[in-house]
């Protein structure tokens, strides 16, 4: 049997006000509030938290965006190699991280999850 493989995400262009306050039954909460304009980031302030073991943050004051299509992207200017990533399907605005450990209390980045706008209303994306 053939295996079906995923279909890209078409690219367009991102405008969104984004602000997501929630906390989870297992205690992971995030404080996210973003805003993108045709694909430029004008403000992001992100902070999770992984129950009573640690935290997260990122502000976009740390990073500069170096790509804007197929998916927005965002580099540390420290050189770390921490990268922020945005992009949006049918259902949701996914802000993710990939390589940012030191932005993070120690031991808790694997548990770091990304956070999820609902892309109409601009809050927090139903996960269920």
Known sequence: MARERATPI????IDIAANCQRTEEDGFREDAHMRVASNDVRSLSWKLWVGRHGSCHFDLTEFRQVRRTPHIELQAIDG???????WQD?????????HCEQHCTPGIYEQAWP?????RSGTCAQIR
Do not use: E, N, Q
């Not at 078409?10 to 262009?13: A, E």
């Not at 049918?90 to 990939?98: D, E, I, K, S, W």
């Not at 956070?115 to 892309?119: Q, R």
């Open 115 to 119: 956070v999820l706008f609902d892309p």
């Open 10 to 13: 078409p690219p367009h262009d």
């Open 80 to 86: 770390s190699g921490c990268t922020l990533m945005v």
């Open 90 to 98: 049918p259902r949701r605005v996914t802000l993710a991280h990939a």
